[in-house]
């Protein structure tokens, strides 16, 4: 099999994982309704553009923020929830030529944001980190998506392709990304967090 091939499919997995989890899990109505703002929150920020790029790409208004901020003060499932609904949103006008580049550029790489609290939320070290990483991968499968359905904008540029998809999503995505997880990082999120979980002790 194809190494681009073999990297799409390495790129379903946490959405593979996610459809497993999401059948043992339950969220609350307090949860489905900050999910379904910061959803839309993330996809009004989408829309504030400040640089275009060619073929969907921009830099935008900290997009990746509100879906960073819920994997942070909920975990990864709500997080990864969020992501998914953004998604959907962001099909919406969005520049689609392949089903699987759909999910490659718009479902799984906000889900992917959602993993952000992945080493916890005690520390700012561990904020930033988490989000880091979260951004990094969500990268990279804009990369995988690249290299497979728009290589030949490459030849233009005299690139490769995994070059030119790296330079690519790495200059928009990825400098959106390291912005949004920067104001994540400064934010108090482990106050944040202990407001949220006493405000669903309470509603309890």
Known sequence: ??????????????????????????????????IAMFSGISFILSKIVFIQYPQGGSINLLSSLPVLLIGLIYGPIEGMTTGLITGILALFGGYIIHPIQLFLDFIIPPMILGLSGMFGTDSRKKVFFGCLIAVFLRCCVHVVSGVIFFASYAEGFGMGP???????NFSCAGVEGLLSLIVATILPIDKIKSVANKNNQISA
Do not use: D, E, H
Request: glycine share 0%.
């Open 1 to 34: 099999m194809n190494i681009n091939y073999i990297c799409a499919v390495i790129c379903f997995i946490p959405l593979i994982l996610y459809i497993i989890k999401l059948r043992s899990f339950k969220l609350t109505v307090k949860k489905m309704v900050v």
């Open 162 to 168: 995994w070059l030119y998809s790296i330079i690519y």
